[in-house]
């Protein structure tokens, strides 16, 4: 694969003990992609975090600066430094750093500097006269040092803007945690909770917080103390740097209250998944925060949250938590009643799950470092990519693979579609999605031209160096909108001409004039690759003056990952015959159940099952009445949408596609790497999905008696229809593998990049298959 060279980014922080910034830039880089290579420098010393950084192969500088002194040799240092390490881009954090590493940074001549703003910008009267003076100089230099600043809260983004700081630098990154570290362990709760001497039974309250006048450790005690009146078996633990009985103010405040026995103090502790797992109810009592990890890291592992409404805490447990007034101990004290009472009820359960998931879906770890990365290549100069489909539901079923190993590559991946459920997954991916206003119908004239202007004024917006389009609409209007916008680049995956090239009812042929002049128009971008799946499309294309045939990139499909599907055994019992396909009439569905019917007297007893639903949105769609009419007669087993269609293979004996057309289905794709022998139609794309009577059988198109007898035949004979199987996954092995899938969209991007810069172009071809 064509990669892009490393980007290096140095990070500039005050020092790496323990605390919050320290953690996330830990978290962060140990995570980062191999295209970044990363330096962390400390003012002060490694700390912590420097040897365990050191152990992940990151190089770790430490400057000697005293704490809350400015040295002028380390200043000198840190700028000769700078000037040897010549970085892409400096990621200061917090404060101090901001403020000596931005100015630094700067002077030695770098000019992608990054802010990192971990504080809520609230109470800083409480802290010391540095920071304060410190966070002033930041605000009157925002406008001159920064490139960007990331906040990691809304909160910190609003008041740190209200106090000078550029807006129009500013954006926030929420903190993203590894899930497969915070999450639920019985057996840890358990062992745990024998330590400390607790029953399974004992509701158990925690906070986790260092000793600190806005940790606010008085309105929890106090809250406490209200708790045990009417909650007398509750119990209060403590963790963080001076939660110990060597902490005078401490004590005097349980002594106060008169909590001394029903509170456990646990000082500082390295094993926090562990003590959330042990906890009921984590507690945040804080009158001031940025972004709280520990509200995320509790949810995580599915403890309940009641948290003081301050800085993102109330955004974070969003409906999934309780949420009291800061400094009011009386309302801490009733809503932590609330949870107590909601302890073992369904309801409970509920809450805890949904919390846990919009944990995974907001603030994972991969998500934090996507967001981060993306910004630093955009620095850096990273290409920016903007693929355009209309189902975002698409992209995460069909084109994943690619926009990842985009994004591996370098690039700056971008999205757009119509919004839908699918949107908040390639989010918590880490990547930039835009909502187009886009339907599938195009009916409304007017709609279709506002979609045409969404689209110029994104890109117009976005300036992107390359856009790809995939699916037919957003191919037609994103090409006449990259034309308009003067897009550098222009990629379009035709993935099958569909049911308007292959109807031939008046309708379609009367679309198809108007789509074939439209194709004209939006493939005549003269920077352009045009992506066929199968060689029947690409010549109809090119016979229609549409395509120039040195704009033709031919890619077979969408890929397999390989591993991901492994060669099962066949299933005992009579054979089934298994259709992956949505419930259109040009799949072939109807011909698929006249099949069954046919069948219904074979003595071995052939199963038919399809998995797919209906497509209201598509003109060729089976109605709902016939789809029940179907089920009543019980000669098909319709299984609906399937997410584990690998599963539905293994159950399975023969793969049958119907289709009237198709660019090159995923579905006879899949079942190849399942190890299926295949059943499927004499038309382009269906035939180039198999290799004829070595991986499966041809029949003529809307011919069920020969769809029937075809898979009558491979039932009989298990021989044959294993042996096909076989040849088939290494069919797949060799042709369908997502890794080659990859590497020919990185080289067409590659190549129009070349273009772009006036250097000569090259012809891409496919690494053909040997012959079986």
């Known amino acids: 694969m064509i990669k892009s060279p490393k980007v290096r980014v140095v990070h500039i922080i005050g020092g790496l003990g323990q605390g919050g910034a320290e953690t996330v830039m830990y978290r962060l880089l140990t995570q980062s992609s191999s295209r970044f290579e990363h330096t962390v420098i400390s003012l002060t010393d490694a700390g912590v975090f420097g040897p365990r950084l050191e152990q992940a192969n990151i190089e770790v500088i430490s400057l000697g600066m005293s704490s809350g002194r400015v040295s002028w040799s380390a200043l000198k240092a840190l700028y000769r430094l700078l000037k040897q390490l010549r970085p892409d881009v400096v990621q200061t954090w917090m404060y101090h750093a901001d403020l000596i590493g931005g100015v630094v940074a700067r002077l030695a001549g770098v000019r992608h500097v990054v802010w990192g703003i971990r504080n809520s910008g609230a109470h800083l009267e409480r802290t010391s006269r540095a920071v304060r003076l410190s966070a002033w100089l930041c605000a009157r230099l925002s406008g001159l040092v920064p490139a960007a600043i990331v906040a990691c809260a809304n909160d910190a983004a609003e008041r740190h803007q209200k106090k000078g700081y550029a807006a129009a630098k500013m954006q926030v990154i929420p903190n993203g945690y590894d899930m497969a570290r915070w999450s639920s362990d019985a057996a840890t709760r358990i062992k745990l909770r024998a330590q400390l001497g607790v029953s399974l039974n004992t509701p158990l309250l925690g906070a986790v917080a260092r000793w600190h006048p806005l940790k606010d450790h008085a309105n929890l005690i106090d809250a406490f103390s209200k708790v045990v009146q009417a909650h007398s078996q509750a119990r209060l633990v403590l963790v963080g740097d001076g939660m110990d009985s060597a902490n005078p103010e401490l004590m005097e405040l ?52 009641v948290v003081t409404d301050v800085g993102d805490a109330a955004y974070i447990v969003d409906a ?19 949870a107590i009472c909601a302890l073992g009820s369904p309801a409970m359960a509920v809450r805890l799950q949904k919390g846990r998931e919009r944990v995974q879906i907001k603030f994972s770890l991969g998500a934090m470092v996507s967001r981060y990365e993306g910004l630093w290549a955009k620095l850096a100069g990273a290409h920016r990519l903007l693929m355009v489909v209309n189902n975002p539901a698409f992209i995460m079923s069909h084109r994943l693979p690619i926009i990842q190993a985009a994004r591996t590559a370098g690039y700056d991946v971008h999205l757009a579609t119509m919004d839908g459920p699918a949107v908040a997954p390639l989010r918590a991916l880490g990547f930039t999605h835009h909502v187009v206003p886009m339907n599938r119908s195009g009916r409304n004239p007017v709609k279709e031209i506002y979609t045409v202007y969404s689209l110029w004024r994104l890109f117009r917006r976005l300036r992107p160096a390359i856009v790809h389009t995939v699916t037919i609409k957003p191919v037609l209007y994103g090409g006449i909108a990259a034309r308009l916008a003067r897009v550098p680049g222009f990629v379009a995956a035709i993935s099958g001409l569909g ?24 493939l005549g971008h003269g920077n352009s690759r045009i992506i066929f799946q199968n060689p029947d499309d690409s010549r109809l294309m090119q016979k229609f003056g549409a395509v120039r045939e040195s704009q033709v990139v031919m890619i077979r499909g969408s890929g397999v990952d390989m591993q991901a599907w492994p060669i099962e055994p066949e299933p005992p019992g009579p054979p089934v015959a298994l259709m992956v396909s949505r419930l259109l009439k040009d799949k072939g569905v109807e011909e698929f159940v006249e099949a069954a019917r046919l069948s219904q007297t074979h003595p071995l007893g052939v199963q038919w099952k399809i998995a797919g639903s209906l497509d209201p949105g598509n003109p060729a769609s089976i109605s709902p009445e016939t789809l029940a009419q179907w089920r009543a007669e019980g000669v098909v087993t319709f299984l609906g949408e399937c997410d584990n269609i690998a599963g539905q293979y293994a159950q399975s004996h023969i793969a049958v596609l119907a289709s ?27 035939r180039d999905a198999i290799v004829p009577n070595e991986t499966g059988l041809l029949v003529p198109v809307q011919d069920a008696p020969a769809l029937a007898a075809a898979v009558q035949r491979l039932a009989e004979n298990k021989v044959l229809r294993q042996a096909m199987g076989q040849a088939g996954r290494r069919f797949a092995e060799r042709v369908f593998d997502i890794r080659e899938v990859q590497r020919l969209h990185l080289e067409t991007y590659a190549v129009l990049l070349a273009r772009k810069r006036h250097t000569q172009p090259k012809r891409i071809e496919p690494r053909l298959p040997e012959s079986e």
């Open 499 to 522: 049911f308007v090239f292959t109807g031939a009812g008046f309708k379609a042929r009367s679309l198809r004039v108007v789509a074939t002049l439209l194709y004209r128009v939006a």
């Open 254 to 305: 349980l002594r106060r209250h008169g909590v001394e026995a029903q509170v456990l103090l646990l000082g500082r502790r390295d094993d926090i998944p562990a003590v959330m797992n042990a906890l009921d109810i984590h507690v945040l009592s804080s009158c001031a925060e940025g972004f709280p990890n520990v509200v995320a890291e509790a949810m995580a592992v599915g403890a309940a949250n």
């Open 660 to 686: 009237y057309r198709e660019g090159l289905p995923k579905s006879l794709i899949e079942a190849a790497a399942s190890g299926r022998a295949v059943v499927t139609t004499d038309v382009p794309g269906c």
């Open 320 to 338: 999934f938590g309780w949420v009291a007034p800061p400094r009011d101990p009386a309302a801490l004290a009733h809503s932590l009643g609330e």
